[in-house]
């Protein structure tokens, strides 16, 4: 469908697009044209099969040169997510994970009261053969699930990523968004969520936890998705973790100023017994 118009201002910003491990530069381009269309413009790639930057990515995104232009190559997910607060996993199958699920539309309003409060979201979009895996899905806070076909729920990545920039365009003007103020405290990040979720898993690791240990990996996975149902802020997230330390018996500021205190005290005491004793 032709209509662009050079004119017209370009609308930019959204939450950012993430795509995982995807394979044909021709379907990161269609998909930046997608976002193009519908007002989204910044893409993360995480371990792009055939490298970056991709000379047939930039020939199938039609002239979105400010999307191909502006994206972001990471190696791991871990680190494509890291400064983001809020995550959200597209899936067209099942999943047996503790996750709140959505359809595109719900999920849009939720991610426009996030964005207008200044708190940074990003949507996952998985590998063209078989999608995201179980322990990616767990870092995300919500899924995103399309009303597909149950016997063709497979769906291209550009697809994907054009039902939910619609969804995006459609709901800018939605009343119904939900209103998420600007906290005094800010909402913890996905990398303050990783450093809690590996001080919280070595802690179990330290109390032979998981047991028995093949299922290590599934007992973590259900652990994050829980932790994630929690919506933390950065000062909460402190706190658990300053539970986490002291449940190690590992020292706090409280205890070392205590000790500070009393190690203070007794060199008086010493001193005072020393000048009476002159």
Known sequence: MAGTNSKAELVTGGPVIILVEPQLGENIGTAARAMANFGLS?????????????????????????????????????????????????????????????????????????????????????????GLKNEEVVLADEIITFPVNPAFASL?????????????????????????????????????????????EGALDEANFFRPPEKREHMIGTLRALLQKGKYSLREVSILRGVIGVLQGRETRNTKRRQAMVAKQQSEDVNLTENREK
């Open 42 to 130: 910044r893409m993360r790639i995480v371990n792009p099969r055939d490298g970056w930057p991709n000379d047939r990515a930039r020939g199938a995104a039609a002239k979105a040169d400010h999307v191909i232009d502006a994206v972001e190559v990471f190696d791991n997910l871990q680190d494509a997510i890291a400064d983001l607060n809020h995550v959200y996993a597209t899936t067209a199958r099942s999943r047996e994970i503790f996750v709140p699920v959505n359809e595109p539309e719900a999920a849009m309003r939720k991610i426009h009261g996030h964005d207008d409060a200044e708190q940074s979201c990003g949507i996952l979009f998985g590998r063209e053969r078989w």
């Open 156 to 200: 291209n990545i550009a697809q994907a990523v054009l039902l939910i920039s619609y969804e995006w365009m459609r709901s800018i003007n939605d009343t119904s968004a939900p209103v998420f103020s600007e906290p005094e405290n800010p909402p913890a990040t996905k990398k303050d969520m990783a450093g809690l979720f590996q001080h919280l």
